[in-house]
């Protein structure tokens, strides 16, 4: 039996600068990870190599569902599994809530705009937002913003949703409401990987909790064992300062 995600000697350099220095790791259907760690740590860098929004050395290997990701045919089938939830949002803010949502099942699956809009629909009550589904996003709050955001990864129906720190960029009063509509979908099925600077959302919805430094995974575990029993000097100094 295979891993939903396969990470198999990842190694990813900017020029000079080796980011990753030959990470493994296999995530199982269903579970969710928390990804901690300090700032240039890697984070980033490792779940975007998973729908190869960043390229990674040749000798390295991510497959999804059995599917590696490789440059090629094989890479659109990857990303059409696989939702990100960016800090930014990265709304498209020419167009509604309602139309950022049912976009890209229509444009990838070339669903009908009748069934492209019952399904947003659905997402948009799914978050705690339908009544917003014929704003532009300049109109909502951060964390409507996000919410959105969601439900647009989930219109794709995704196996794995990466998320990037997605509620770093909010008002602290907003982040409660886009963790819980994270936590709703931890236990749904879908394969989460969340890299988060929120430890009490890690230690409460994680499965497993990775910790990175300088590129490379420190330590992973449950999160009553990163949290509470770390074994590693780094994680314990990190988590000394964060927590
Ligand atoms: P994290 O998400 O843990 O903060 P990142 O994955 O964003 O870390 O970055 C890891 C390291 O790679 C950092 O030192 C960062 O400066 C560097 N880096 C990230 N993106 C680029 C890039 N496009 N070009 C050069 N260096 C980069
Ligand atoms: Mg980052």
Redesign the pocket.
Known sequence: MSAQINIHNLKKS??E?Q?LHGIDLEIAQGEVVCVI??????????IRCINRLEAFDDESEIAVDGIAVVPGRALAAVRAEVGMVFQSFNLFPHMTVLRNVMLAPMRVRHSSVKDAEARARVLLDRVGISEQADKYPENLSGGQQQRVAIARALAMEPKVLLF?EPTSALDPEMVGEVLDVMKKLAGTGVTMVI?THEMGFARQVADRVIF?DG?NVIEAGPPAEIFDNPKEERTRSFLHAVL
């Open positions: 900017y020029g600068f980011v760690g300090p700032s240039g740590s890697g984070k980033s860098t490792l990037d890299v990175m590129g």
